[in-house]
């Protein structure tokens, strides 16, 4: 698996409510993790040292640290941060739509609303994030903290739709199972091309719809 060979900057998005000083921090956070990209894409992940990102980035090694604690942070870009996007999503799904669905919605508009050159740049770090945690047991760790705290994030957001708290275990398994499957589609995806993250999410969801629906597999 190649990682995608044009890399473009991540670019921050204009935040007419930031000060100045907090615009600095978003464009030198911004700058570290575009010099990561290319670093881990030209020499790898394991090979690549804080002190050469920092350089790239025209920063001091002790400046990254103010903005990632370990190296592997700068893998999950900003996942943590669309937490808070992902968790409106959910709650502004069609009521209609049954859990699974809910949750399929919600990671696909979270795509659909990505420009084309920032869905690059997400592909390019999802390869990389990928092939790091064949390599690493520390990514491989981050990787899954992040799948489960994505899985308690839908479902307490599922369990509020339903008037649960805490969330039921019937809610809770429908998220796990939902993460978990969007986590294939990630691996999918970094084996795929750049625009096809929405068609993966849709199809991987479509066949847990069908093996639910047959008696002879649950």
């Known amino acids: 698996m190649k990682p995608t060979a044009a890399l473009t900057s991540l670019k921050p998005r204009p935040e007419p409510g930031f000060d100045l000083r907090t615009r600095r921090k978003l464009q030198t956070r911004r700058a570290l993790q575009d010099a990561a990209i290319r670093l881990f894409a030209e020499y790898g992940y394991a090979e690549t040292t804080v002190a050469e990102i920092a350089a790239l980035a025209e920063v001091g090694e002790r400046t990254f640290f103010v903005h990632f604690p370990t190296k592997e942070d700068v893998l999950f870009f900003d996942m943590f941060e669309n937490w808070d996007e992902f968790h409106r999503l959910i ?11 809910t949750i399929e919605f919600a990671l696909v508009r979270m795509h659909e609303d990505l420009e084309d050159e920032e869905m690059l740049t997400r592909h390019t770090m999802t390869q990389l994030l990928v092939r790091a945690s064949e390599a690493s047991s520390v990514v491989r760790g981050k990787r899954m903290q992040y799948a489960n705290t994505s899985a308690e994030l839908a479902a307490e957001v599922l369990g509020r739709r339903h008037g ?10 429908v998220a796990e199972l939902a993460m978990r499957t969007f986590f294939l589609c990630v691996n999918e995806w970094a084996d ?3 625009n096809d993250m929405i068609p993966i999410v ?17």
């Open 202 to 218: 849709r199809r991987r969801f479509d066949a847990v719809r069908r093996v639910a629906r047959d008696s002879k597999r649950i």
């Open 164 to 173: 649960e708290e805490p969330p039921s275990l019937a809610t809770s398994t």
């Open 91 to 101: 709650g502004a799904a069609p009521k209609k739509l049954s859990d699974l669905s």
């Open 192 to 194: 795929s091309e750049p």
